[in-house]
Every structure is written in structure tokens, then in C-alpha cells.
């Protein structure tokens, strides 16, 4: 059984910066693939940036992609979003997800755990 832990969510201006954490308990953390998914009201969950278990590829959205870094943390079993130019569009729900077997992740599919979740809001 693994549990993700999310933090580090909050209110920001247009074109500040946050930085998600999330923690992960159980076994085997170094060998997951880890990545970070968004919900917003009335939207589907959508597929934020991914990080394979040796963190040598890592997978962004086009909506995303040159303002997010993903990276992780093996002796802390976490892993991180640094989020930077926020957007008001980048407002959402953002949550943890794991899969224990190592292939790229770039939808929900294949998840096998989920974080609660950590509130973003970039306001205008």
C-alpha cells in the first residue's frame, strides 16, 4: 500500500511561482514512475508532467511544457512540481499520482495511487 501526501498548494498572481511536494509512503518508491495531474470545475482530470523511476526522461503537456519542472527525490521518497509564470488557466485541483511499474505516464490510465489533492489558484 503506498500514500501520497500533497502540499505546497496556494493563492498566487498571474506569473509567480509555486512549488508543489508530494510525499510518498510505503515500499519501493525508487522504482515508480511519479507524476502530477489537474482538476479544475467542469473539466476532466488532465495529465500535468511525469517522471520515470531513474528521473532521466520526464514528460510535460504542451500546456505546460518550459514553465513546470518535474523532479524527485529518492531519499526523501517525494517528488516535486516547481511551477513558474502561473496562469489564471492553471487553476485547478493538482494531484500526485504513482505507478508502480516503470513506463512513461502521461494519462490517468494505469494509475495505481492517487494523492488528496492540493488547491492551486492564480488569479488575474
Known amino acids: 500500500q503506498v500514500q501520497l501526501v500533497e502540499s505546497g498548494g496556494g493563492l498566487v498572481q498571474a506569473g509567480g511561482s509555486l512549488r508543489l511536494s508530494c510525499a510518498a509512503s510505503?515500499?519501493?518508491?525508487?522504482?515508480?514512475?511519479m507524476g502530477w495531474f489537474r482538476q479544475a470545475p467542469g473539466k476532466e482530470r488532465e495529465f500535468v508532467a511525469s517522471?520515470?523511476?531513474?528521473?532521466?526522461?520526464?514528460y510535460y503537456a504542451d500546456s505546460v511544457e518550459g514553465r513546470f519542472t518535474i523532479s524527485r527525490d529518492d531519499a526523501k521518497s517525494t517528488v516535486y512540481l516547481q511551477m513558474n509564470s502561473l496562469k489564471p488557466e492553471d487553476t485547478a485541483v493538482y494531484y500526485c499520482?504513482?505507478?508502480?511499474?516503470?513506463?512513461?505516464?502521461?494519462?490517468?490510465?494505469?494509475?495505481?495511487?492517487w494523492g488528496q489533492g492540493t488547491q492551486v489558484t492564480v488569479s488575474s
Open positions: 499520482a504513482a505507478r508502480q511499474w516503470d513506463s512513461p505516464m502521461t494519462t490517468p490510465r494505469g494509475v495505481n495511487y
Open positions: 510505503g515500499r519501493a518508491f525508487s522504482s515508480f514512475t
Open positions: 517522471i520515470s523511476s531513474s528521473g532521466a526522461n520526464r
